[in-house]
Nanobody, 124 residues
Framework: QVQLVESGGGLVQAGGSLRLSCAASGRTFARYAMAWFRQTLGKEREFVAAITWSGGGTDYADSVKGRFTIFRDNAKNMVYLQMNSLKPEDTAVYYC?????????????????WGQGTQVTVSS
């Protein structure tokens, strides 16, 4: 198990950028695939981006491709989500998630470690 703590959320104007960070505890962080999900009130948690344990593989939701980048630093037990060209529809609580696997997973139900979330609000 790993404990996850997100940071970096906030209020930004449309077209702006934010970088979310996720700090993980545990000595086996490098064995975990990581992902970012987001959720708005009344909706299911939505996949945003995922990265393999090595960082060599990534996947993105169609709605964020070309605008968001997920990357990780295993030496620092960190995973990041760089968000550019933000849109009002990106407004949500963003969650970091982890699962011990070598493959990319997009289904929220398969992740067994979650952070508390960080709010991102994009104004028009």
């Amino acid at each position: 198990q790993v404990q996850l703590v997100e940071s970096g959320g906030g209020l930004v104007q449309a077209g702006g950028s934010l970088r979310l960070s996720c700090a993980a505890s545990g000595r086996t962080f490098a064995r975990y695939a990581m992902a970012w999900f987001r959720q708005t009130l009344g909706k299911e948690r939505e996949f945003v981006a995922a990265i393999t344990w090595s960082g060599g593989g990534t996947d993105y939701a169609d709605s964020v491709k070309g605008r968001f980048t997920i990357f990780r630093d295993n030496a620092k037990n960190m995973v990041y989500l760089q968000m550019n060209s933000l849109k009002p529809e990106d407004t949500a609580v963003y969650y970091c998630a982890a699962v011990s696997t070598v493959v990319l997973i997009k289904a929220a139900a398969l992740y067994d470690n979650w952070g508390q979330g960080t709010q991102v609000t994009v104004s028009s």
